[in-house]
């Protein structure tokens, strides 16, 4: 029977992923657990089976997905990841591993140097991409591998990484293998005490690995499939020549209006995100960003702007989804150069989002005097550049330098600077 492996068996695939292929009429899903043990456990109590609560204006409505019916916890075992991907039933292969998943460099390619990759080619795969070459070269049939994170051109970013590791390593990669370009997008917050009791309470079922959404959910992805897939459409997937326009607009309107309001919204005392963007001086700058973006958008999808940042504004100010700005804050040094950087790269003038980055900068800079935790691929780096840095200009050049931001403008420079040495003194 043909089915789906998942790797990064996260939130948001169950809520999206999983939520469309239920819709769709269902093909099992075997689920990998990266590296959560106590998720991977509590799924496993419970068959793999969960309760998905979506929010909408009209409340909370659940539904029980159950198209999980082999979980693996790569962690310890990846050979039978590798297995799993290798198995002829396996027919699509998805991932959700976020951006530092993709092991990748400066440049956008596999970064050969990465501790990760360093570690697969020398003790074996546990890395998402070690797996996937490992597992695609024992395949006697072509498979379809679709990236379902948020990386420009995700497809063809992820089977060139897939390849450069194999190259590498010696594989020879089965013929044949697609690696469709998606653009995903639901809101799904990381599940609290507070989500979990509010869904069992609408159930009156205990459960251990709740998730909650929003009513909102798209998924386009481009037709480009080595074999059947499931019938998708059925629950509201788009399937198309071209993913590209829609992407950006998901990537440069929603994401980078995320960023903005994690940053600045946490330095300005805010926890979420429709905390955030109920600040007046915050809901201003998402709006000026949004009026940046829009002019580096594709003209096919230009007629669709003012009704999709209606729905983002909407979105956004939803309270009951208790989207926390530090969840979104995480991994900024990657997220950055996708959603905001193309921004000021191709407007003459982009005030506001360079206005977003020195949030980041403020941010990261006051986490690492306050002592806390950054989580981001590039952490270390990231603290090393502050205590060597001698002036805050120096800082600012180094971080912005880290995002791909090296070669602005004199006067991109100077806002930057300046927008980083305000809010550098909010703290």
């Known amino acids: 029977m043909p089915r ?38 509590a799924l496993q109590r419970q068959t793999g089976h969960y309760h998905l609560g979506i929010r909408s204006v009209g409340g909370l409505s659940v539904e029980r997905i159950a198209l999980h019916d082999r979980l693996i916890l790569a962690r310890d075992d990846p050979q039978s990841v590798i297995a799993a991907i290798a198995d002829p039933d396996t027919l699509i292969i998805t991932l959700t591993v976020t951006e530092k998943g993709y092991c990748l460099g400066p440049d956008g390619r596999l970064d050969l140097g990465n501790p990760a990759v360093l570690s697969d080619l020398s003790d074996g795969p546990r890395s998402a991409i070690g797996m996937l070459a490992h597992g695609l070269a024992q395949r006697e049939d072509p498979a379809t591998v679709i990236s379902c994170d948020n990386i420009s051109g995700n497809g063809r970013t992820l089977g060139a990484a897939i390849r450069d590791f194999a190259r590498a390593a010696a594989l020879e990669l089965t013929a044949g293998i697609r690696f469709p370009d998606t653009m995903v997008d639901r809101i799904t917050p990381a599940t609290t005490a507070a989500i979990q009791a509010e869904i069992e309470a609408e159930t009156g079922t205990p459960d251990e690995a709740p998730v909650l959404t929003e009513a909102f959910s798209e998924w386009i992805i481009e037709d480009d499939f080595a074999g059947p897939r499931p019938e998708w459409e059925r629950a509201g997937v788009e399937i198309v020549p071209d993913v590209a326009p829609y992407e950006k607009r998901k990537l440069r309107l929603l994401n980078a209006a995320h960023s903005y309001l994690a940053y600045a919204g946490l330095l300005a005392g805010h926890r979420y995100v429709h905390e955030a963007m109920a600040d007046p ?44 700005l530090a969840q979104i804050a995480c991994d900024g040094s990657l997220k950055l150069r996708e959603r905001l950087v193309p921004i000021i790269a191709e407007q003459a003038a982009a005030p506001q989002a360079l206005q977003a980055v020195a949030a980041w900068m403020a941010f990261v800079v006051n986490a690492h005097g306050s002592g806390q935790p950054l989580t981001d691929p590039n952490a270390e780096r990231i603290s090393n550049l502050i205590e060597d840095s001698s002036t805050p200009d120096v800082l600012c050049k180094s971080l912005a330098g880290l995002v791909g931001l090296a070669d602005l403008s004199e006067e991109d420079w100077a806002t930057l600077a300046a927008e980083f040495a305000r809010l550098s003194r909010q703290f």
Do not use: C, K, S
Request: no cysteine; aromatic share 8%.
């Open 4 to 41: 789906i492996l998942h790797l990064g068996l996260g939130n948001f695939h169950r809520a999206h992923q999983a939520w469309h292929t239920a819709h769709a009429g269902g093909w099992p899903i075997t689920g990998v657990v990266m590296g959560n043990r106590a998720l991977f456990d």
């Open 281 to 324: 001086d915050l809901r201003a700058g998402v709006e000026r960003l949004w009026d940046e973006a829009q002019p580096t958008l594709p003209g096919v999808v230009r007629p669709t702007l003012p009704t999709y940042r209606a729905a983002l504004a909407d979105r956004f100010a939803v309270a009951e989804m208790r989207h926390e």
